[in-house]
């Protein structure tokens, strides 16, 4: 049974730091690519970044290039989301994500989800 855990989440005030954790486990996700989305009171989930399990290429929503740091341990099964210099505007609920496919970028080929983790943002 897959699982995908979030934590890490929080209140910070602009311009803070959190870092969130995804710990996954119930299979092997070595051909898998990881996800972070988040959704946001009244507005559709969209993507944050994405990192393939087995290589180093990232991808990065326009909205937070330069700003978060997607990155993986593959000893703890976990991946990370360093988010740097946040806006009120980041606030959401955010989800981690698993796709087989090898670039994942849309939520439609994420397969398994986690229960997500609140990130609030204050002005």
């Known amino acids: 049974q897959v699982q995908l855990v979030e934590s890490g989440g929080g209140v910070v005030q602009a311009g803070g730091s959190l870092r969130l954790s995804c710990a996954a486990s119930?299979?092997?996700?070595?051909?898998?690519?990881m996800g972070w989305f988040r959704q946001a009171p009244g507005k559709e989930r969209e993507f944050v970044a994405a990192i393939p399990w087995s290589a180093g290429d990232t991808y990065y929503a326009d909205s937070v290039k330069g700003r978060f740091t997607i990155s993986k341990d593959n000893a703890k099964n976990t991946v990370y989301l360093q988010m740097n210099s946040l806006k009120p505007e980041d606030t959401a609920v955010y989800y981690c994500?698993?796709?087989?496919?090898?670039?994942?970028?849309?939520?439609?080929?994420?397969?398994?989800w986690g229960q997500g983790t609140q990130v609030t943002v204050s002005s």
């Open positions: 119930g299979r092997s996700f070595s051909t898998f690519t």
């Open positions: 994500a698993a796709s087989n496919w090898a670039v994942a970028t849309i939520s439609g080929r994420y397969g398994y």
